[in-house]
């Protein structure tokens, strides 16, 4: 029962679980190492995170992640040989959209379900300074902060009746852009000092609620990026 509960309030995979899988994902889809002798694995951490979203019922963003992805999937491949200037640059921004948009899909799935708190005692398991901890863990509520601060000046700039219209479009773009950057600037300090109230950096072992541990779906994520670097290392060093 005490599992259970436990699973309602946080992501089933445990932090440790989840940054691995994002550096396995950042060496063999961004990184692209092993290419076709990594086929039928860069296609599993391709489609894996969108999985992911599906269980922790982002249905949403798992099917326009699927949509983007599918889309210029198949609108590169339609590009052929002996392209003029703009239809090279366009190929290009398809690759990068390809090879980028499965880990930044899988970065936002950590983002959005690791709690900080979560994330500390993690890495205190894993004996972690905090020097480097503290710094991720402002990171992880920064761009969530920045999110809902830039829907609420959207808001606000629509209350004005400034819109994305054609005629007002440079307003549009300065009323949100300048107003955000300002923000920025002060949620990074208020974020921080608010991890320094909270006694972050006392270098001392701190308690938490979650019970962080292994579960059989991290095994099973771990398994598949072992077995990752194990075939890319085969691949690469006696073949």
């Not at 700039?157 to 300065?174: L, P, Q």
């Not at 991890?195 to 019970?211: E, H, Y």
Request: net charge positive.
């Amino acid at each position: 029962m005490e599992y259970r509960l436990n699973r309602d309030v946080h992501s089933f995979l445990d932090p440790r679980t989840k940054l691995l899988l994002l550096f396995t994902s950042s060496v063999f889809v961004v990184g692209n190492a092993g290419e076709k002798w990594m086929f039928v694995f860069y296609w599993i951490l391709v489609y894996l995170p969108v999985l992911l979203l599906f269980i922790e019922k982002e249905w949403k963003a798992g099917l326009i992640s699927i949509a983007i992805y599918v889309g210029s999937y198949f609108a590169q491949t339609a590009l052929q040989n002996d392209l003029t200037a703009i239809e090279s640059v366009l190929a290009l921004m398809l690759y990068i959209i390809t090879k980028i948009l499965p880990t930044v899909i899988l970065a936002r799935y950590i983002v959005k379900t690791t709690k900080v708190s979560e994330f500390l005692a993690a890495m205190n398991r894993m004996h972690v300074t905090d020097k480097l901890t503290i710094p991720i863990s402002v990171i992880f509520r920064f761009f969530p902060t920045v999110a809902e601060e830039s829907r609420a000046i959207n808001n606000a700039m629509r209350m004005r009746g400034i819109e994305m219209g054609a005629k007002k479009s440079t307003e549009a773009v300065e009323y949100r852009m300048v107003p955000l950057i300002a923000s920025c600037s002060i949620i990074g300090e208020e974020l921080s000092a608010a991890a320094m109230t909270r006694g972050l950096d006392v270098g001392k072992r701190r308690s938490c609620i979650w019970k962080i541990r292994f579960g059989i779906f991290d095994w099973i994520i771990i398994t598949l990026c072992v077995t990752c670097f194990i075939w890319w290392g085969i691949g690469r060093f006696f073949i």
